[in-house]
């Protein structure tokens, strides 16, 4: 791949013409970050693990950028059709390192005028935002898998995720009103939605209270809980690979019409599914995958898309 090409998929892959993906990446041309550690573990299943493990992946402002980076990225590469996240070391994520939002605030205060004050603070809420957006944006499935501590940013984080699990040891915190400020890139948004009981995510927001592995899925924030981090990752990449051999263009449009859907009315939803599988129904995938079904064959191979 020319390295003009690299350049623009890997620092801002939004400019890039999903044609120039057609090919397929060898492991030398996969995803390079300073905070992520991305692999490939099985056919069609990309691993993305937080990569910050002696600052227990707490978000630096790098990290925000390659997230974002690295999930729109992986969104344009047809190869990659389900996306497994966790994060190296003792924690999945310590949230946002401490540090780097006392800088923040520093940096804004530094500005006279309350309005430019107020401007830089929005413009890096909406970075961050993005960052997290970027999992829902991005097509293709992502499934999170986190151990011992998820706190602040790591929650909305996963609450991006299209699906969770995690370890027994893993223990949870809406960390942000501990830290002075409401949560505000996902978490207000996402977390009622994906636990489905407002009293719940109510209390956890307010308070912040750690909650642990069996808490969280009795509030259904994970599918399951498996007892190690070696176990959880193996059962995941196993549901990963089941999602991965299916035709990628229902999948996809799948989640496509999941995310359009949760925050719309039915009519709109079903309006949007309507359109999107007039054009997708059209394609190759339908009649291959239901003509295996109706002769009870094993899943027939699909072309990326
Ligand atoms: C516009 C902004 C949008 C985003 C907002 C997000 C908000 C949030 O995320 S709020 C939550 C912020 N996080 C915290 O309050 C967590 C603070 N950390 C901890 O509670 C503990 O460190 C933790 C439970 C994560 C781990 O505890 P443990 O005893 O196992 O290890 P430690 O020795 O404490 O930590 C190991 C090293 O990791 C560094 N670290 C952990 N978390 C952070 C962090 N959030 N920021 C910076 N650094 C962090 C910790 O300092 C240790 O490093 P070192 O001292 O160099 O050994």
């Not at 520093?106 to 005028?113: G, I, Q, T, V, Y």
């Not at 291959?288 to 109706?294: N, R, S, T, V």
Request: some cysteine; aromatic content about 8%; hydrophobic content about 40%.
């Amino acid at each position: 791949m020319s390295s003009f090409i690299k350049t623009i998929a890997f620092n801002n892959p939004r400019k890039l013409i999903s044609n120039v993906f057609i090919r397929t990446f060898t492991k030398a041309e996969l995803p390079q970050f300073e905070t992520l550690a991305v692999s490939v573990p099985k056919k069609h299943v990309y691993h993305v693990e937080l990569n910050r493990p002696k600052k227990s992946n707490s978000f630096t402002r790098t990290m925000w950028q390659e997230i974002n980076n690295c999930f729109t990225t992986l969104s344009l590469i047809p190869e990659c059709r389900v996306i497994v996240l966790s994060g190296q070391g003792k924690h999945f994520c310590g949230g946002i390192e401490l540090q780097s939002l006392v800088q923040l605030a520093a940096e804004a205060d530094e500005l006279e005028d309350v309005a430019r004050k107020a401007r830089y603070h929005y413009n890096f809420i909406k970075y961050a935002q993005e960052t997290i957006t970027s999992l829902e944006d991005c097509v293709k499935p992502v499934i999170a898998v986190t151990h011992n501590a998820c706190i602040g940013a790591g929650v909305n984080l996963i609450t991006a995720a299209d699906m969770r699990y995690c370890t027994e040891d893993c223990w949870f915190s809406v960390r942000e009103v501990d830290v002075g400020l409401a949560p505000d890139v996902g978490t207000l948004q996402r977390f009622p939605k994906v636990v489905g009981n407002a009293s719940v995510a109510r209390e956890l927001c307010f308070t912040g209270r750690n909650f642990d592995a069996k808490e969280a899925k009795e509030i259904g924030l994970v599918s399951e809980v498996f007892p190690d981090k070696d176990t959880a990752l193996t059962k995941v990449l196993e549901i990963a690979e089941n999602i991965a051999s299916k035709s990628p263009v229902a999948v996809q449009t799948t989640k496509i019409n999941l995310v359009y859907s949760q925050s719309r009315p039915n009519k709109d939803g079903l309006e949007h599914v309507r359109l999107l599988n007039s054009v997708m129904n059209q394609g190759e995938d339908l009649t291959k995958a239901a003509i295996a079904q109706a002769t009870k064959s094993p899943i027939p191979e699909f072309d990326n898309v």
